[in-house]
């Protein structure tokens, strides 16, 4: 949207700290010509690569340069973190496991009321909004959404469980997998923990229900897919388990571009769900043979 209707862009993909230099001396060289930024807008954590810039630094430079920062928690999701402190705007997919069944598009978006601008973003709400939520939808969503914090636990362990179990083939040199992404894995964990809601007696927050296995080949990817007994498709955070062969299907028309920003060809992308964790181990080991046969 910005890049068609607005003024542009500038993409940090990778959230790292010498990116937010360089950012930082952006911000510097806009500043000393009397310019300045729309907003940032990123995400807790990024979609596939699950990773998490340091929100606190972007918060400070916010502070300082005078712009304000949108986060998308969708991933993270409410049970698990929380990026107020940090967000001007927090915005969520809603269709994601806060609904779980994945019956009811919708979406929100939240105002920080602490925010310096929250007047200012208020009242462009009040102008121009329109609530366009079908009412039934809008019953189903809620109803839905009674046993998120029992699907989230769920969605957390089995993850979790799938993740530590497929992680050791990245060390084993005959193995088809080069990477796994997942919030727990990245260099970027203590950022993502920072956002971590604290566990009560109702819920143990955790690192979410997404993560991408990297293949060494095409070949062994596409192998790996066609023989996962789980459904394909580009959603996440549905009670079912699917799987996405994300820039295949995301970027097909521009995967050199993805792959400048760390986005290989042969990355699935699996969204965990409500089934047993060990029969999903079972099915991505099963998997994982037919994609050893094309190595």
């Not at 954590?45 to 712009?67: C, G, M, Q, W």
């Not at 992680?167 to 088809?176: H, I, N, Q």
């Amino acid at each position: 949207m910005l890049e068609s209707y607005g003024p542009g862009y500038r993409f940090y993909s990778f959230g790292t700290d010498h990116q937010l230099d360089l950012f930082e001396a952006f911000l510097e060289q806009l500043d000393s010509e009397s310019g300045k930024i729309q907003a940032v807008w990123c995400e807790c954590p990024s979609n596939p690569l699950l990773r998490t810039a340091n929100l606190d630094r972007i918060r400070a430079l916010a502070n300082r340069y005078d712009f304000p920062v949108v986060v998308d928690d969708t991933i993270g999701s409410w049970a698990n973190v929380d990026v107020f402190d940090v967000a001007d705007i927090v915005i969520t997919s809603l269709t994601k496991s806060f609904n779980g069944y994945a019956d009811v598009l919708a979406g929100s978006m939240i105002l920080n009321p602490n925010s310096s601008y929250y007047t200012i973003f208020q009242k462009a709400f009040h102008a121009s909004y329109t609530n366009n939520l079908f009412l039934d939808d809008a019953i189903r969503l809620e109803q839905n959404s009674r046993d998120f914090l029992r699907r989230a636990a769920i969605l957390n362990e089995t993850a979790e469980f799938l993740v530590e179990n497929i992680r050791p083939l990245v060390l084993d040199a005959e193995s088809v997998v080069s990477a796994v992404y997942y919030p727990k894995l990245c260099w970027s964990k203590n950022n993502y923990d920072r956002r971590m809601r604290p566990a009560t007696d109702d819920f143990v927050p955790g690192y979410g229900y997404l993560f991408s296995i990297e293949f060494k080949s095409v070949s062994s990817a596409a192998a790996f897919l066609d023989n996962l007994d789980v459904y394909k498709g580009p959603s996440i955070g549905a009670n079912i388990t699917l799987a996405l062969p994300y820039v295949q299907m995301v970027l097909q028309k521009e995967k050199q571009w993805a792959s400048t920003h760390g986005l290989a060809e042969t990355i699935v992308r699996i969204s965990v769900g409500l089934e047993d964790k060990g029969g999903l181990l079972q099915k991505i080991m099963i998997a994982m043979q037919a994609a050893e046969q094309i190595m």
